[in-house]
């Protein structure tokens, strides 16, 4: 499993984070201890995202919940997706290399680069391809301590380097909206335009989201964490 988490819960009383499905409920972590989950820390969801993290089904159980929904929509058969399901599908496509699309045709979330994969040749070592975050009609170039740059879609190649699974590309398509992301890939005032025109299974727009969640912190598990078989 690869669960995108909450570092931390609002201030809320210890019955609403019992009904919110123990919500972390006051518990602590030691970080990278032996023969458990992992921790990796991304500057925002959509990076996460790109990583082939879902969100976890336990500390953020209603967005897990709305990705779970939107999945369906996105990819529909005769039974329904499980945690176990995804994991499998978003294993399996993190191991493949990225994919050419055109800009046009990817959902704002997603993650690419603009030169070709096979550019990593020339690079010198050491020195990685730019990586740009699509948001409301831009390209951010991502980098560790936020996004740097931003350009025009309409003045980018038409066709690009694709870094976010087609899955969960799929997923963003059908309505699911992250978090939004690092401050400085927003509006001067600190708003940002909604993700999509409809949300998931309703038909209508979300609601504008001008306030940033809190960051989460991503949860890679191990070969030990993976066979536990735990469904988050």
């Known amino acids: 499993m690869w669960l995108c988490c909450r570092l931390d819960v609002d201030d809320r009383s210890r019955k609403v984070q019992r009904d919110d499905n123990r919500a972390f409920n006051g518990r602590k972590r030691t970080l990278m201890a032996p023969r458990r989950y992992t921790e990796l820390f991304f500057l925002d969801e959509a990076t996460a995202l790109a990583a082939g993290h879902r969100p976890c089904g336990c500390c953020r159980r209603a967005d897990f919940a709305r990705f779970m929904e939107c999945w369906q929509a996105a990819q529909p058969r005769d039974r329904r997706w499980t945690a176990s399901d995804v994991d499998a599908v978003l294993h399996s496509e993190r191991l493949a290399p990225s994919r050419t699309a055109p800009l046009s045709s990817l959902p704002d979330g997603a993650f690419v680069t603009l030169e070709p994969a096979d550019a990593r040749a020339v690079l010198e070592p050491g020195q990685d391809r730019a990586c740009w975050l699509k948001w409301s009609g831009k390209l951010h170039r991502w980098s560790h301590l936020g996004y ?3 350009r025009d879609c309409a003045c980018a190649p038409r066709h690009v380097d694709v870094l ?4 969960i590309c799929a997923t963003l398509e059908a309505g699911f909206c992250p978090a939004l992301p690092h401050p400085s890939a927003l509006e001067p005032d600190g708003t940002s335009h909604s993700l999509h025109s409809s949300s998931c299974g309703t ?3 979300p609601p ?3 306030k940033r969640r809190k960051l989460p912190v991503e949860r890679g598990s191990d070969a030990d964490a993976e066979a536990s ?3 988050c």
């Open 148 to 150: 740097t740059e931003q």
């Open 164 to 167: 976010t699974p087609p899955s």
């Open 203 to 205: 038909g209508t727009p």
């Open 208 to 210: 504008p989201r001008v």
């Open 229 to 231: 078989g735990t469904d």
